[in-house]
């Protein structure tokens, strides 16, 4: 089984509108062609043509078992309607975690202003994943997103589930650290190359997951995703066949942790 927690219908190039039915339906197909079972699909912390709304993706994947979604928020915009609107989407079950964008908007994530949303998260049982690292856009901030910032909020909010995503790349190592520090923070390595991988960013990426590893013990904590359609789904199962790690520890990443961790029924895939 194959659970992706790192997937996005955004229509990244923005040289034409495509409806969001056709986006879903190319997901779908791809997960398919690549025997995935289910996909998170992320929204976004802004909402345009180009960029659905939490809502619109909630309705669209109706019917679709093979699809949640993940909410994304935007720390400089959110206001009482659209916390209101993600709490009834949490008490209906519609979704299955938050997402913050540090890095594309600039906030640090330990911020008080995202207080709300962090006790929202506690509330309903819900992970908050994280942009962390390099940002796809050349006009982030990454400061904001290293993942050591994550350590303040993890040490803030002990009850609360937490996804650091792409393992804070480049910056792997600290990322190793907050998770073997904090037990209830896990990492998901989607978005660590546009389109395919190379060889020689393969080798390099599989020496530093493997070394992740080693530091942080058993894999509980790392997610298999990809930040489709940015990346390369059959590219990224490639890169996952290569880890030298056993098929137990393998099974862990690509379905077990996050299958537990965002409550997936696994008995309807």
């Not at 330990?110 to 992970?127: F, G, Q, S, T």
């Not at 303040?152 to 650091?164: G, Q």
């Not at 393969?202 to 894999?219: H, N, Q, S, V």
Request: glycine residues 4%; hydrophobic residues 35%; contains cysteine.
């Amino acid at each position: 089984m194959i659970i992706d927690v790192h997937t996005h219908i955004n229509n990244y190039h923005e040289d034409r509108v495509v409806s969001l039915e056709e986006c879903l339906n190319q997901l779908t197909d791809t997960m398919a062609e690549n025997k995935v079972d289910y996909s998170l699909v992320l929204t976004s912390y802004k909402v345009n043509e180009h960029r659905p709304s939490t809502k619109q993706v909630v309705e669209a994947i109706s019917g679709r078992n093979n699809l949640g979604v993940v909410a994304g928020i935007s720390y400089l915009n959110y206001n009482h309607r659209d916390l209101y609107e993600i709490s009834d989407f949490l008490e209906q079950g519609l979704i299955k975690g938050l997402k913050l964008y540090p890095g594309y908007e600039p906030f640090y994530p330990n911020d008080n202003r995202l207080k709300v949303v962090y006790d929202m998260a506690v509330e309903y049982d819900v992970p908050v994943m994280f942009h962390s690292g390099d940002t796809y856009s050349p006009t982030g901030r990454v400061k904001y997103s290293h993942p050591l910032h994550i350590d303040d909020v993890a040490v803030d909010n002990p009850e609360m589930k937490i996804v650091i995503c792409h393992v804070g790349n480049p910056w792997i190592k600290d990322c190793m650290e907050v998770v073997y520090k904090n037990k209830h923070v896990h990492a998901d390595f989607s978005g660590l190359v546009l389109g395919n991988f190379s060889d020689k960013f393969e080798r390099y990426m599989k020496k530093e997951l493997e070394e992740m590893i080693t530091y942080a013990g058993d894999p509980k904590y790392l997610l298999y995703g990809t930040d489709w359609p940015i990346s390369n789904m059959s590219s990224y199962l490639n890169f996952i066949k290569q880890l030298d790690l056993p098929e137990d520890k393998k099974e862990l990443i690509l379905w077990k942790n996050a299958a537990e961790l965002f409550k997936i029924d696994v008995t309807k895939l």
